[in-house]
């Protein structure tokens, strides 16, 4: 891909009905992280204790599914300010799809990046979906769950790659596979056992799906994602971890080959349907992506 395919809608940011909505909001990236913060509130670390019956919500995969919900208790501009515990129950992985869309929406090139953050809690790396936008001269890191009002000793708007604020799924697996890390301290959050060797696995097959404007949801099972280190595809994750890795250092060749990867190989990509696990309930579904 090159950058000009992420200035348009994938079926994931596309607001279809909502796109005046979108229209409305100034192509900022801190107008558009606030409208995000406005709009959504992360179902487990909001702030707020939502109902069981809101849960679901998070299950919302589609823009237009966010904005629909959103829309029925708030037919308002996206920047009129909502109750923070009447916001539609999303995570990190949907403030980024929604800024995304809003870029995207404006001819602004965006995409989401998918890795591991180390600002939210000392001596761990939670799993987490950053903002990745064209400035019109390099591509930049933006996390709109992030309030710049907060006490932070970084841009959250401007993360540097290099900082170890946040880093991909490809270069935290080649990290784990040169034995310079310690894999379960990468995961959920410490008190879950979602984390290890088999969990940044399947997130560097989740980064690739959302570079190919493919953004699932983070608890989507798909393709070669085996269910634990032992069954993993260690040879396969490390093509695509060095692939992903050389296209962030501008190269193009490797842009190209993961593309074509992308389109031909199934263990790499959901196909037509995938198995989601719901993260609040544990119950398992098979969801047709066909729109």
């Not at 229209?23 to 995000?36: G, K, L, N």
């Not at 999303?90 to 869309?101: I, N, P, Y």
């Not at 032992?230 to 040879?235: K, R």
Request: proline letters at 6%; hydrophobic letters at 40%; a negative charge.
């Amino acid at each position: 891909m090159d950058i000009d395919d992420y200035r348009t809608h994938s079926p994931y940011s596309d607001p279809r009905g909502h796109a005046a909505l979108l229209d409305a909001v100034p192509a900022t990236i801190a107008t558009v992280a606030a409208t995000a913060r406005n709009v959504i509130v992360h179902y487990r670390a909001g702030g707020v204790e939502l109902p069981a019956s809101r849960l679901a919500e998070v299950n919302h995969r589609w823009v237009d599914q966010i904005l629909d919900m959103d829309q029925s208790r708030f037919p308002l501009p996206l920047t009129a300010a909502r109750p923070a515990a009447d916001r539609v129950a999303g995570c990190c992985r949907d403030h980024t799809l929604l800024t995304v869309a809003a870029l995207r929406q404006h001819g602004v090139p965006a995409r989401s990046r998918v890795g591991f953050a180390a600002y939210f809690t000392p001596g761990w790396h939670h799993d987490h979906v950053l903002v990745e936008y064209w400035n019109g001269e390099r591509w930049v890191w933006a996390d709109p769950e992030l309030d710049p009002a907060a006490d932070r000793r970084f841009d959250g708007y401007d993360i540097d790659p290099m900082a170890g604020l946040f880093d991909s799924a490809a270069r935290v697996w080649s990290a784990y596979r040169a034995g310079r890390i310690d894999p379960d301290v990468y995961g959920v959050q410490p008190d879950l056992p979602i984390r290890g060797a088999w969990f940044i696995y399947d997130y560097v097959l989740h980064e690739l799906a959302h570079r190919q404007k493919d953004e699932l949801l983070l608890w989507d099972d798909f393709g070669g994602m085996a269910g634990g280190i032992e069954g993993a595809d260690h040879a396969l994750a490390d093509e695509i971890a060095a692939l992903l890795l050389a296209a962030d250092d501008g190269d193009e060749a490797p842009e190209k080959e993961l593309t074509r990867r992308y389109a031909t190989d199934r263990r790499l990509r959901p196909g037509s349907a995938v198995r989601s696990v719901d993260p609040t309930t544990g119950v398992v579904t098979t969801v047709d992506l066909r729109r």
